[in-house]
């Protein structure tokens, strides 16, 4: 069975500092990976996915995520954070067999930013 | 639509009583999950469809779960002889046949008193 993992329930930084928040997945097979965000109040969005091809993938925002196949990572990483990134993250992924197979999700990272 | 939507955006509802929950997905979109997330926690799969047909249901935690989605586009999520350990965030999500990433509603946020 699929799962995720986030290490981070809570990180807290500055703003224009530089962010990373770990995520592992546990699956054998070709997965699809994905970054959903929840701003205060709004429902989840996508930031970025992972199906194939290059591991480093950009999503809206400035955000990317490297996909490390050998440590069954997917972190996601923002060089400087601003005030308005305050928000949950979600790392999510799906057994890449199919593209409609249920998405499983970790538990999330809240991330707050201080002006 | 424009994008998925959900209703009610909040039921009240008494212990031991039955409650549906709607979801009206992305026009064309063939595939709709539902997905069920408490207050700290990431969303919990409960039941995804394929067309008409529940292609997994493993998700849906008990016998008084129950979702149909009888022509392919609405979906109803049921729950009966509801407990306060229901009480949560109920979201729907649609995909395209051959899109990977959901788009999600804003959700229905149930509190069984």
Do not use: M
Request: glycine share 10%; charged share 15%; hydrophobic share 30%.
């Amino acid at each position: 069975a699929q799962s995720v993992s986030q290490h981070n329930h809570h990180v807290i930084l500055s703003e224009a500092a530089s962010l990373e928040l770990g995520c592992n997945y546990s699956y054998g097979g070709t997965v699809n990976l994905f970054w959903y965000v929840q701003y205060p109040g709004q429902h989840l969005q996508l930031l970025l996915k992972y199906f194939s091809g290059d591991p480093l993938v950009k999503g809206i925002k400035g955000f990317e995520a490297e996909f490390i196949k050998s440590k069954f990572s997917f972190n996601l990483r923002k060089p400087s954070v601003q005030w308005s990134d305050t928000a949950e993250y979600f790392c999510a992924v799906n057994a890449g067999y199919s593209s409609a197979s249920k998405i499983i999700f970790g538990s999330g990272t809240r991330l707050s930013i201080r002006p | 639509g424009a994008g998925v939507s959900q209703t009610p955006s909040n039921k009240v509802t008494e212990k031991g009583k039955y409650v549906e929950l709607r979801c009206d997905p992305i026009s064309g979109h063939t595939a709709l999950y539902w997905y069920r997330q408490s207050l700290g926690q990431g969303p919990e799969f409960l039941i995804y469809f394929q067309g008409t047909g529940a292609a997994d249901d493993s998700g849906l935690p008990n016998d008084r779960f129950f979702a149909v989605r009888p022509e392919g586009s609405v979906s109803t999520l049921k729950i009966q002889r509801t407990e306060r350990g229901d009480s949560a965030v109920y979201l729907c999500a649609s995909s395209p046949e051959q899109g990977y990433g959901y788009t999600f509603g804003s959700g229905t946020r149930l509190t069984v008193v």
